[in-house]
């Protein structure tokens, strides 16, 4: 019989780690870039709007959300480095959240829907929880990597709703 190193071959080798990364770090930047050209004068706006005493300040949202981003991706990619467990189910759940947070910066500062703004974020926390819950079952520290982005997201929607009944 050959000697067949099986530890160079599926999805634990360790070339083809690197690349998957990328690709999700791409997708979660995309998500921020298409989110800005969606609403170009976001600072403008958000410094207009009538804001609770606790609201950061704007040029804050920039540096919290590089940093959330980066670790979605790379919860992502702890799970899919789990060829033990499929992962389509938890990689749904991980793109309908994304795909919710993709909605929310164009509903809240390009139509200033406030209120469909706070409809989407209240189902992107859902969709997060999911998501957290079923990281859980493949890798903790994936699940434990977005707790940051939960609670930031818990945060914004907070902020949402106070913009939304102050803003109307």
Do not use: K
Not at 26 to 49: E, F, I, K, R
Not at 150 to 165: C, D, G, K, R
């Amino acid at each position: 019989m050959p000697n067949v190193d099986l530890s160079q071959t599926g999805p634990r080798h360790r070339g083809s780690r690197w690349p998957v990364l990328l690709g999700l770090l791409v997708a979660c930047y995309a998500v921020a870039v298409l989110g800005g050209l969606a609403s170009a004068d976001a600072g403008d706006t958000y410094n207009a709007l009538d804001r609770p005493s606790w609201a950061p300040p704007g040029w804050l949202f920039g540096p919290v959300w590089t940093v959330l981003y980066g670790t979605i991706a790379v919860a992502a990619w702890l799970v899919l480095q789990n060829p033990q467990r499929p992962a389509r189910t938890a990689m749904t759940w991980w793109s309908v959240q994304l795909l919710l947070n993709l909605v929310w910066t164009p509903l809240f500062f390009a139509a200033e829907e406030y209120g469909l703004a706070f409809l989407d974020i209240c189902l992107l926390l859902a969709a997060l929880l999911t998501t957290m819950v079923l990281f859980t079952r493949h890798r903790m520290a994936a699940a434990l990597l977005l707790v940051p982005y939960a609670l930031w997201v818990t945060f914004a929607a907070a902020l949402n709703l106070a913009i939304w009944l102050s803003n109307t």
